[in-house]
């Protein structure tokens, strides 16, 4: 099982950026995935959440800027993250966990920095 993540990077305040995370090695269709994310000194905190059947949640401070997404033919979610600030300055981490057993699986984080 593997949980690839990528298109973290540099983007300035007031920009966007794309996260995806691909999975193999699972039925992808039968996981509810998720974004985490750690800042620098701070615990890992749950960003946006996806049930298998697509039900999407935000933490408060994403609202209205971060949506999750997933495509299921790809094994593939994504987080379209708009309106950057530096208080999203963070690592950035998918998960995905099987809606019956609960066994999670864990990707290897893709940092985002925003800059000016």
């Known amino acids: 099982v593997q949980l690839q993540a990528s298109g973290g990077g540099l983007v300035q305040p007031g920009g966007s950026l794309r996260l995806s995370c691909a999975a193999s090695?699972?039925?992808?269709?039968?996981?509810?995935v998720a974004w985490y994310r750690q800042a620098p000194g701070k615990q890992r905190e749950l960003t946006a959440s996806?049930?298998?059947?697509?039900?999407?949640n935000y933490a408060d401070s994403v609202k209205g800027r971060f949506t999750i997404s997933r495509d299921n033919s790809k094994n593939t979610v994504y987080l379209q993250m708009n309106n950057l600030n530096a208080e999203d300055t963070a690592v950035y981490y998918c998960k995905a966990q099987h809606r019956l057993s609960r066994r999670e699986h864990w990707g290897q984080g893709t940092l985002v920095t925003v800059s000016s």
């Open positions: 090695g699972i039925d992808f269709q039968f996981y509810g």
């Open positions: 996806m049930t298998a059947a697509g039900s999407a």
